[in-house]
Structures are given as C-alpha cells and as structure tokens.
C-alpha cells in the first residue's frame, strides 16, 4: 500500500494534496488580448469592404439592364456576407476579450492563494517545531522527577525529589535543552504552539480553497467560451442574429431555448394524460410567444422542427376537436380559434419571418410548401380540427419572401389536384387559400407568374383554380385576397411594356370574365374591396368593351352577329377605327360580353362596389379627353371625333352593366308574382304558398300606379329608373368631353364657331345625337339584355 505523504510531520500531520495540483493556472491573458485585436483588424477591413460595396451598389442603382441586375444581386450578397462575417469576427473579439479579463483574474486569486497557502505552511513548520520542543521539555521534567504541572510539592514528595527551582546536574544529557526554572512554563508553550500550528493549518486549507474556487471560475469561464465560439459557427443563427442588429454573444441562450421547445413537441401530442399535455402545450405557447422577437431562437426552431409537429403540437386531437372556426382573427377580421391567441399569431409570424431573412430561396421554398403540405394532408380527416389551418395562415404572412409564398402555391396547387373536388376540405383550408393569395397579392410578379403562366395551356386551370371555385360557405375574408392578386396580376402584365407580358394579361382576364360568376363573385356577402379590386382589373380593357357589346348584340342592326369568342387575346385592337398607332393600346382580350355583364353587375351592387366602377369609367374618360386633344389631333382633328364617340360606346356598356342586377331583379320579381297569381287561380292559397313569397312579391306594388295583379310593373318601373340613371350619365360623360375638346381648341386660339364645328359630331344635343345614340345601344344591350340573347 503506497503511504500518504503528511505534511507538518508528526502523527497529527496534515494530509497533503496530491503532488502538482496547486500550481500557477495555465493560460495567457495577453495572448488572449492579441488574438482578438488580430480578430477585430479582420472585421473591421470586412467593415470597410462592405462600405466600398455599399458604395458600388448605390452607383448600380442608377441603371438598368440584365448584366446590371446581376450585378447588383452579387455586390449585395457580398455586403451581406461581409456584413455577416463581421458581425461573427466581433462576437468573437468580444468573447475572447472577455474570458482575457476573466482569465487574468482567475489567474491573480489564484497566486494570491498560493502566496497565502505558502505564508501559512511556514507558520506551521515554525509552530510545529516550537510545540516539538515544549513536548520535549515537559518529557525532561518527568524524567528529571519533577512535579506533574499542578501537582505542587505533594508531586514533588512522591517523586521522592524536592523541586529546586533549577535544573537537576545530574539528569542532563547531550542536546538536551536546559529546563526553565518553572516546569509549568513548558505546558504552556506546548498548548500555545499547538494552537498556532491549528490556525496555521486552518489558513492553509482556507487558500487551497480559494485556489480551487479561482481554478473552477477559470474553468468554467473556459467552458463558456468555448461554447460561445462554437455558437458562432451556425452561420444561419449568426446571420439572423446580425441582420436583426442585435448581440450574437447571446445566442447560445436562444439556441438553448429553442432545442428545449423542439424537445417539448412530441410530448404536447403522446405521452401522460390530457392535463399533463395540455400543460405543455401550455408552456410551449408561454416560450415560444416570448421569444417572439428573438432571431436566433427561430433560426434554431425551424432548422430542428416542422410545421406537422408544431400543428400536432398546439392543436388539441380527438373526436370532439374538428369543425370549421368561425374565422381567423388578425387579417381576415375574425375571433381566433383555441389553438392560437393573437399574441402567438403574431409570435408565429413574426419568428418564421426572422427565419426567413436568413434562409435560401430553396430553403424558403421548401418551408412554404411545408406548410401547406402538412396541414392539407390530413384537411380530410374528421380528427384533424380547422385550428391546424390557423395555426398555417400564421405562419404565412404575406410579409414573407416570395419564394416561401411560391412554395405554398406549389403545395396548394398539388392538393387541389389531388383532392379538392373530392371531398370537404376546400371548406377547412379557405383560410389557407386566402393567406397564400394575399401573399401573392404582395409580391405582383409571383401573382403575375402564378395566375397567369406563359405556358397558355396552364391559364385556364390556373384561373379555374383562384377564380372559378369559391368554398360552400364563401371565402372567410369576403373574397378580398383572391382580388386583389388577381388585379395584381393584371395590372403587372398590363404596365409591361413587352407585349408579351401584355398578352399573358389579356388572356387571363379573357378566361376570368367566363370564371368569375361562377366562382369568386358566388361569395356571399362578396366585400366591396373585392369588388373593386375586379373593377379595377378590367380598367386596361375598357376600350374594347363597346365594340364587344356591339358586335355580340343581336338586335344592333348589323347583318353578321359574332359568335362568343372562346377565351383569347386580340392584339389588333384599336380604341376606334383607322386610328392605327395615333393611340396605342396595350393586348387586348376577346371578351364575352354576356359573361363581362354578369361581372359587371355582380361586383357593383352596393354603392361602395358601383363607385369602383364609375371610377373605373371616370378615369376612361379623362385618358380619352388627354388623347384627344394631343398634339397629334391639334393639325388633324377628324379622327378626334370617332375616338370619342367610341369612348362613349365603352362607358355606355360599363354602365349599362352595372345596371344589369336591377332588371334580373326585377324579373325575379316578375316570375314570383307570376307564380304567386297563377297558384291562386288554380286555388292553392296565399297560406299555402308562404307568406314570405308573397310579400316578396307585392315589393313594388306600394308605389303609385303599380299593382299586385299587373306582373310586369316590377320591370316597368326598374326601366323606368334605369331610364333616368342612362340620360344623367350621358349628360355626365358626354357633356364633360365635348366640353373638354372645345375649350382646348379656344386655348389654340380657335374662335367659338370653328371650335364648335370642329366637334360638331360630338355635340350632346339629345336623343338623336351621334353620342347619345352610340351610349345609348351599349348601355340598353348590357343593362337589360333579351332573354334569349345568351
């Protein structure tokens, strides 16, 4: 058996530590200092260099062209990574900074530890030594037959020895110390060396104390930086970190965090009893809320988790959890259901978009798809509640990159391959619909590319798809989201000025004019927004609808009726004839003029849906006015005249339109009275027929002149209305051109009787007026159209 080494010697010697452990600490503050100024002068020559990017971008920014938009991506992914990259080198400067200091301290408590341990271990041996030899000198004065300390002369007469006060000759040996002239002295020194020698001991466990307290800070300091330096090598969390401005030295905190909350998924759905999961799903709403803000923590969330665990996650399973929420809260105006409060909505979509501003476009790609995909494979399922669908359209903002909305197209376009027709969950998902339109909607080109593809084979399905299909119970948001791309997605190819982009749009509103009743304006309670993002969508093609309307007008008098034309573009179009180039249009679209009615009407039924339109006309008209008194009218001013006169036609059709609900309704009316009138002929009875019919039915018949038995006053008195809404317009718009077209030729110096005669085929003077004759064949086919006409 190996002995113990004791220090102090004797038998109550102290247990010395192991041989080399208290010793200097090892490590080099300065070296440390050093590395990270050497790491700092890197980022900040990477600092520099972005600046001198920065500065080229700006320069770029003031061109335009292909090689120049290339340019400018690789020059601001470059910042960006310098940017990054910095940001990294500075945490890291930062890190070894402050382990320097926190080593350097470490390193002092320690040698003062060892300066102490050492004073003490002196003390000791010098105690040790002095109580040593007081024990000797007490043995001595046994041996010598001196009193016992305390025993006085009774000891001294035992001994057989009378105590002199001095030293006996006789019992002196070599080396022996001369004995003190009183034998209590020598116990008294004894007790007082051996105190010295304990307190001695005390001080030198206190410093090895302190010695290992400074050895463990320093090593836990080692720990922590090294955990830190090992953090920054997640360029995605360090990435999201730097572009949100905030301190990467803390990001170990939130990857932390964010793996406990990973580990906490599969728990909220297996595992325990209902309590004991709803209690973590408690806690996961708590943390993840929390860290709302915190770039780091969603950057590490969405590299470990997927949108089906965090469906499963937070929304309750069971046979009592399904059903459809009665709406959707934030964006589409609803109450939230019980999977999310507004707070984690807003968590949700605020952290995938902190993750996000880091990820590739593959990589954002891939999570759209995610999810959509996860919550739409099992939107079948009696188990799977509407909640997963929330808890998807928080996580799709229409704030995201395009790339993670064009995912989610991806994923929705497969579903509705797949499924859709075939079972209920169109219903389930309308709220994923909506939140990836509305994402398309903010991002025009990806509206543009995905509504109206340049493989023309793809357009019909694609507007079948957005346009042509609406839930059973309506689109939750009143059809704003589906709109509103749409108009985007029109408006993108119509401003182009490629004409195939041009042509891309005129196809899609061709094939929407025939979807559009069918689908998205089936809404009910369809929002004015929606109908005025449609209105607004049909504005570029305003020009064409006139000569449409004619040409598929049965009774206009011409001798051939055109056929409706199946869906397509007519590049050739002109605002009127033989204007050629004068005023350029953009493509425009065969236009079924039926169809185009039903459009009209459906999105102009209230006043703040009519206003879209009327505004949509208004802006036709003074576009017109600005043509027509162009420079190239002002030396030749004939054709000045069919331009406007062909403008009219246009407005009278849009107009008439929106007048079309009023006679559908009131031929409803019609019918209903016609019923009601001949149930009562044959004897069924106002009580069997039902009173709401009834009262239905007798609507018009309080107003003067108009009875219950004389079924066709709902139709004469809509006319009658219409009659005067048609002459107010034509005083509108006619008078307002003909107006305009005069007072620029006064401004050139006309006099009134020549301006006049240069307009003489526009003057508004009544029913018999070119203007009044071409609105009016317009407005009367779209407003109250024959019945056989379709």
């Known amino acids: 058996m190996t002995p113990v080494a004791r220090e102090g010697g004797g038998p109550g010697g102290r247990l010395a530590p192991p041989a080399g452990e208290l010793r200097p600490l090892p490590g080099s503050p300065p070296a440390l200092v050093d590395a990270a100024a050497v790491v700092e002068r890197v980022a900040a020559g990477l600092e520099d260099s972005r600046t001198r990017l920065l500065r080229v971008r700006s320069v770029l920014d003031g061109q335009r062209s292909t090689a120049v938009e290339r340019a400018r991506e690789r020059v601001t992914a470059a910042g960006d990574a310098a940017r990054t990259s910095g940001g990294m080198l500075e945490a890291a400067a930062a890190t070894l900074r402050r382990h320097a200091a926190t080593l350097g301290d470490a390193q002092a408590a320690a040698q003062r530890a060892l300066a102490l341990r050492a004073d003490a271990l002196g003390r000791e041996a010098r105690w040790q030594a002095e109580a040593d030899e007081a024990r000797r000198s007490t043995w001595n004065i046994a041996l010598a037959g001196g009193a016992a300390p305390g025993a006085g002369e009774a000891g001294a007469a035992r001994s057989g020895t009378a105590w002199s006060g001095t030293a006996w000759p006789g019992a002196a040996w070599s080396g022996a110390p001369a004995l003190p002239a009183d034998p209590a002295h020598a116990h008294l020194r004894l007790a007082a060396a051996e105190r010295e020698v304990a307190a001695a001991r005390a001080d030198v466990a206190a410093a090895e104390a302190r010695w290992r307290a400074a050895r463990e800070t320093k090593d836990e300091a080692s720990r922590q930086a090294a955990a830190a330096l090992a953090s920054l090598a997640d360029v995605r969390a360090v990435r999201s970190i730097t572009a949100a401005g905030a301190d990467p030295a803390g990001f170990q905190a939130s990857g932390e965090a964010a793996r406990s909350v990973v580990a906490l998924l599969p728990r909220a759905t297996s595992g325990g009893d209902a309590a004991a999961r709803r209690a973590v799903r408690d806690d996961l709403r708590h943390v993840l809320t929390a860290h709302a803000d915190d770039p780091a923590f969603w950057a590490v969330f969405w590299d470990d988790a997927s949108p089906a665990q965090l469906y499963e996650a937070l929304v309750p399973r069971g046979p009592g959890a399904a059903g459809v929420p009665a709406g959707l809260g934030g964006a589409l105006g609803g109450a939230l259901g019980p999977a999310l409060d507004v707070e984690l909505a807003r968590a949700l979509g605020a952290g995938i978009g902190l993750w996000a501003q880091t990820a590739s476009p593959a990589e954002q790609g891939d999570l759209g798809r995610r ?85 023309e084979e793809l357009v019909g399905p694609s507007v079948a798809r957005w346009l042509g299909s609406v839930p059973r119970a309506g689109w939750p948001d009143g059809g704003r989201a589906v709109a509103h791309a749409f108009a985007t997605a029109v408006d993108v190819g119509a401003a182009s000025p490629d004409r195939g982009d041009q042509a891309r749009a005129a196809l899609l509103v061709s094939h929407a004019t025939e979807a559009l009743p069918v689908g998205l304006l089936r809404t009910p309670g369809l929002a004015d927004d929606a109908a005025g993002y449609v209105a607004v969508a049909y504005e570029p093609y305003v020009p064409v609808i006139g000569d449409v309307t004619q040409a598929q007008n049965p009774t206009s008098g011409k001798a051939g009726v055109e056929p409706v034309p199946a869906p397509g573009v007519d590049p050739d179009a002109e605002v009127a004839p033989d204007l050629g180039d004068r005023v350029p249009l953009v493509v425009q679209p065969e236009l079924d003029a039926f169809a185009l009615c039903d459009v009209i009407g459906a999105t102009s039924r209230t006043p703040g849906a009519a206003a879209a339109w009327l505004g949509v006309t208004d802006r036709y008209a003074g576009w017109v006015l600005e043509q027509a008194t162009s420079e190239g009218f002002d030396e030749d001013s004939g054709p000045r005249v069919p331009l406007v006169q062909e403008a009219l036609s246009d407005i009278g059709a849009v107009t008439g339109g929106m007048q079309a609900q009023t006679i559908d309704t009131a031929r409803a009316q019609v019918d209903t009275r016609e019923t009601v009138l001949a149930l009562a002929g044959t004897g069924v009875g106002y009580l069997r027929f039902g009173s709401r019919v009834v009262t239905e039915a007798v609507g018009l018949a309080s107003g003067p002149a108009l009875s219950l038995f004389d079924p066709e006053a709902p139709l004469d008195d809509a006319r009658e209305r219409i009659w005067s809404t048609e002459h107010g317009l034509i005083d509108r718009y006619a008078t307002d051109l003909y107006d305009g077209v005069v007072q620029h030729d006064l401004g050139l110096g006309l006099n009134p009787d020549a301006a006049a005669e240069r307009s003489s085929g526009l003057t508004p003077d009544g029913n018999g007026s070119t203007p009044a004759t071409l609105f009016d064949a317009s407005f009367d086919h779209l407003s109250d159209p024959a019945e056989d006409d379709r």
């Open 371 to 455: 999810v959509v995909g996860d919550v739409a494979a099992g939107a079948g399922s009696p188990l799977t509640p509407a909640d997963g669908a929330e808890v998807a359209v928080a996580l799709l903002p229409a704030s995201l990159p395009a790339a993670v909305h064009a995912g989610a197209d991806d994923a929705l376009d497969a579903w509705w391959s797949e499924r859709a027709p075939l079972d209920g969950s169109f219903t389930v998902l309308a709220p994923v619909v909506v939140a990836v339109a509305a994402g398309l909607a903010a991002h025009p080109r990806l509206a543009f590319d995905r509504l109206a593809p340049a493989d």
